[in-house]
Structures are given as structure tokens and as C-alpha cells.
Nanobody
Framework: QVQLVESGGGLVQPGGSLRLSCAASGSIFGSSVMGWYRQAPGNQRELVATFTIGGSTLYADSVKGRFTISRDNAKNTVYLQMNSLKPEDTAVYYC?????????WGKGTLVTVSS
């Protein structure tokens, strides 16, 4: 069974930082393409950052230079470091694993950027 568990969300002031974590089932992590998506109220879910099949990284234009995706294979965990946060970054952030031609999603973690 594929399980993804996000953590690290919360309330942060504009300009602040947060680091999100996504712990994945050990059996899939090494064979999955991992990424982060987000969904703000009233909006569709959108890509934030992802690893590609080739192992490089891809970012949404809105977060380039502010967010960084990384992974720790020993811990089966992917991270999203978010700096210089803006109110428009407020959303539920989801971890996704693309594994054996299927997408698997975590339940999400809420990030609220507000003063």
C-alpha cells in the first residue's frame, strides 16, 4: 500500500519560511517521481515543484528562487523548503508520488501566510 504523509504546514508571516516534509512508503520511494502541488480555495490544484523522471527539478514560475525541493533517500522523505513566503502562497500543499504509471497523493498540509 502506498502511503504519503505530509507535515510541516502552519501559520507564518509574509517573508517567513517553512519546510514541508513528505514521508513515503519505503517500498516505493526509490522508484517514484516525487513532487509537491498546492490548492488554494476556489482554485485548481497546481504544480509547485517536482523531480522529473530524469532526476532534475522543475518549479512553477511563481515559486522559482524562493522554494527548493529536495529528497533524503535514506529517510524516504521529500522536502519543500519555502522562503520569502507571500500571502498568495496560502494553500493546502500535497505530496504526490508517480509510481508504476499511477499518481498517489497525500492528504495535504495547510500553509497560511498572513500577518
Amino acid at each position: 500500500q502506498v502511503q504519503l504523509v505530509e507535515s510541516g504546514g502552519g501559520l507564518v508571516q509574509p517573508g517567513g519560511s517553512l519546510r514541508l516534509s513528505c514521508a513515503a512508503s519505503g517500498s516505493i520511494f526509490g522508484s517514484s517521481v516525487m513532487g509537491w502541488y498546492r490548492q488554494a480555495p476556489g482554485n485548481q490544484r497546481e504544480l509547485v515543484a517536482t523531480f522529473t523522471i530524469g532526476g532534475s527539478t522543475l518549479y512553477a514560475d511563481s515559486v522559482k528562487g524562493r522554494f527548493t525541493i529536495s529528497r533524503d533517500n535514506a529517510k524516504n522523505t521529500v522536502y519543500l523548503q519555502m522562503n520569502s513566503l507571500k500571502p498568495e502562497d496560502t494553500a493546502v500543499y500535497y505530496c504526490k508520488a508517480y509510481y508504476r504509471w499511477m499518481d498517489y497523493w497525500g492528504k495535504g498540509t495547510l500553509v497560511t501566510v498572513s500577518s
